[in-house]
């Protein structure tokens, strides 16, 4: 089953950045990329990857046809994603303990949610 770890950046998340210094930051860094590695090495990685900053979002729409691009996030939050692992485990309990590894956890926390499997739907 299909399970996506979702990093949260905010407030919190900024500061407690702001506070580490260059080798922790460093440290942090190179934590995702063991995981990445760790989880790959497990054959439970789908995909990971960090998002660029909301700025550089678009909302993207389509009214009577044409394509409408407009600039920034659809809604302003104080809160935004800034990267996922998503997996392939055996179960709840499996993506838990894959999320208790992500650097972030031990921060503010990672959010972990399981992925619609939509294989068996009839349209």
Same mark, same amino acid.
């Given at each position: 089953?299909?399970?996506?770890?979702?990093?949260q950046?905010n407030e919190r998340?900024?500061?407690?950045w702001?506070?580490m210094?260059? !080798?922790?930051?460093m440290a942090?860094?190179? #934590?995702?990329l063991?995981?990445?590695a +760790?989880?790959?090495?497990a054959g439970? *990685?789908?995909?990971s990857?960090?998002l660029?900053d909301?700025?550089l979002a678009?909302?993207?729409s389509v009214? !009577?046809?044409?394509?409408?691009?407009s600039d #920034?996030?659809?809604?302003?939050?104080? +809160?935004h994603?800034?990267g996922?692992? *998503?997996?392939?485990?055996a179960?709840?309990?499996e993506?838990h303990?894959?999320?208790a590894?992500?650097?972030?956890?031990?921060?503010?926390g990672?959010?972990?949610?399981p992925?619609?499997?939509?294989?068996?739907w009839?349209?």
């Open positions: 089953m299909k399970y996506l770890i979702l990093i950046s998340s900024l500061a407690i702001d506070k210094t260059e !080798d922790e930051q942090f860094g190179q #934590g995702h063991r995981l990445s +760790e989880m790959g090495e439970v *990685l789908v995909a990857e960090g660029a909301p700025s678009r909302f993207v009214r !009577d046809g044409d394509t409408v691009v #920034g996030p659809y809604a302003e939050v104080k +809160e994603l800034a996922f692992y *998503l997996i392939d485990v179960g709840a309990k993506a303990e894959w999320a590894k992500v650097p972030d956890a031990a921060t503010i990672v959010e972990v949610r992925v619609l499997d939509m294989s068996g009839e349209f």
